[in-house]
């Protein structure tokens, strides 16, 4: 039963056999898997296109590099994040600016976004990457109302939220990463998120320039299609049309991944049943805070916020539960420190990061085990 970590991923025997008849197979990478998963994931999420990258990060760079995003350029994020959301802006040379978040969700807080913008001049700033932070998903529509009218580009941030969704002002469910209001959304197949390859990411959008462009640039900016060459010495040619990188995902990688894919409504499904079951747990006990759920929420993270932060995280670990800290604010980075970001820029994020702790949530997850966990957490507060 123990150690019990805040994430793990689930191989199965058809995972095991998926991978090794691709091993098998006449193709490691650039062969037909590749293209499968990408149309099978692009039909989960309900939207026109998907395109299958190295990792997450690859996929936020590949973003900027798709948008334009250049020095001089400025790009609004949250500061609770893993640092790669704020990072692909630098790595293009622009410039990242951070709004605060709500306390309640921990998603970036969309008024917040509104008064940044409304203290500078229009066009001042050129892109938004709202983040579906622990599985909860941002408004877009509200985003994209307010990219709009502002001229920014959005960039959705979905890695924790595959099959997630909100509800939007018409009443339908939008499912992240769908395309209907984001110019391009990003997710991860790290192996603690809900489909899991090791490494791998992949980008999704409804815009077909984008799409051209992402397929380029992932692979050193080469085409080998015949329509789109300045000329064509013979069936072995190809151009290098602008600079790329090699960020393929294989088709080993590719064929866990639909294998992984087959079965993501069910771990879903789980995910939200524990969560359930901890939102039950902690009813009632004011020492124990998790953040505020939603009908559509992913539950890639279960996070909740206690007094001593330090404290219960170091009992848990003696209890051989190994819980988790998501995020320490971007912003307060040595790094970002050395670009002039100071802590006090944004106090309710700091706030949120002194107090959360992410306790373990995976589909594997027994009940015996989440209640060892509840149980824990009860001794430490006393309860």
């Known amino acids: 039963m123990l150690p019990i970590p805040y994430g793990r991923q689930h191989i199965t025997e058809a995972d095991i056999q998926a991978v090794t008849e691709t091993l098998l197979?006449?193709?490691?990478?650039?062969?037909?898997?590749?293209?499968?998963?990408?149309?099978?994931?692009?039909?989960?999420?309900?939207?026109?296109?998907?395109?299958?990258?190295?990792?997450?990060?690859?996929?936020?760079?590949?973003?900027?590099?798709?948008?334009?995003?250049?020095?001089?350029?400025?790009?609004?994020?949250?500061?609770?994040?893993?640092?790669?959301?704020?990072?692909?802006?630098?790595?293009?040379?622009?410039?990242?600016?951070?709004?605060?978040?709500?306390?309640?969700?921990?998603?970036?807080?969309l008024q917040q976004v509104r008064q940044l913008l409304e203290a500078h001049p229009k066009g001042y700033f050129h892109g938004l990457i709202p983040v579906d932070f622990a599985g909860l998903a941002v408004d877009l529509e509200q985003a994209r109302a307010l990219a709009d009218e502002f001229g920014l580009w959005i960039i959705e941030d979905a890695c924790h939220a595959p099959g997630g969704f909100f509800t939007d002002s018409q009443g339908r469910e939008q499912r992240c990463g769908n395309g209907q209001f984001a110019d391009l959304a990003i997710f991860s197949f790290h192996p603690v998120k809900h489909i899991a390859t090791g490494e791998g990411g992949m980008i999704t959008t409804n815009r077909a320039d984008l799409y051209?462009?992402?397929?380029?640039l992932r692979t050193h900016g080469i085409t080998k299609d015949p329509a789109k060459m300045h000329r064509n010495h013979g069936g072995w040619y190809m151009e290098m049309q602008t600079l790329g990188?090699?960020?393929?995902?294989?088709?080993?990688?590719?064929?866990?991944?639909?294998?992984?894919?087959?079965?993501?409504?069910?771990?879903?499904?789980?995910?939200?049943?524990?969560?359930?079951?901890?939102?039950?747990?902690?009813?009632?006990?004011?020492?124990?805070?998790?953040?505020?759920?939603?009908?559509?929420?992913?539950?890639?993270?279960?996070?909740?916020?206690?007094?001593?932060?330090?404290?219960?995280?170091?009992?848990?670990?003696?209890?051989?539960?190994?819980?988790?800290?998501?995020?320490?604010?971007?912003?307060?980075?040595?790094?970002?420190?050395?670009?002039?970001?100071?802590?006090?820029?944004?106090?309710?994020?700091?706030?949120?990061?002194?107090?959360?702790?992410s306790i373990p949530l995976f589909?594997?997850?027994?009940?015996?085990?989440?209640?060892?966990?509840?149980?824990?957490?009860?001794?430490?507060?006393?309860?």
Not at 39 to 54: C, E, L, P, R, S
Not at 309 to 328: N, P, S, T, W
Request: hydrophobic share 45%; aromatic share 12%; with cysteine.
């Open 363 to 383: 589909p594997s997850l027994t009940d015996e085990q989440q209640q060892y966990v509840i149980g824990c957490i009860r001794e430490f507060i006393g309860e």
């Open 25 to 109: 197979s006449d193709f490691l990478t650039q062969g037909p898997k590749v293209a499968e998963f990408e149309h099978k994931f692009a039909d989960y999420i309900g939207v026109q296109y998907a395109v299958a990258v190295a990792n997450g990060t690859a996929a936020l760079h590949l973003c900027a590099l798709a948008l334009g995003v250049a020095p001089g350029q400025r790009v609004i994020t949250t500061p609770i994040t893993f640092a790669a959301s704020a990072n692909c802006v630098l790595y293009c040379g622009g410039e990242v600016h951070f709004a605060d978040i709500d306390p309640l969700t921990g998603l970036i807080d």
């Open 212 to 216: 051209d462009k992402l397929l380029m």
């Open 245 to 357: 990188y090699n960020y393929r995902m294989p088709d080993m990688l590719t064929a866990l991944g639909i294998s992984q894919l087959e079965r993501a409504d069910t771990g879903l499904a789980r995910r939200r049943q524990l969560a359930a079951r901890y939102d039950e747990a902690f009813a009632g006990i004011s020492q124990v805070r998790p953040l505020a759920g939603a009908p559509g929420h992913a539950y890639h993270l279960y996070v909740i916020q206690v007094a001593d932060r330090k404290g219960l995280y170091d009992f848990l670990r003696e209890k051989q539960v190994f819980a988790q800290v998501h995020y320490i604010p971007v912003h307060t980075m040595p790094y970002y420190q050395e670009l002039g970001w100071q802590a006090g820029a944004f106090p309710l994020a700091e706030a949120y990061y002194a107090h959360c702790l």
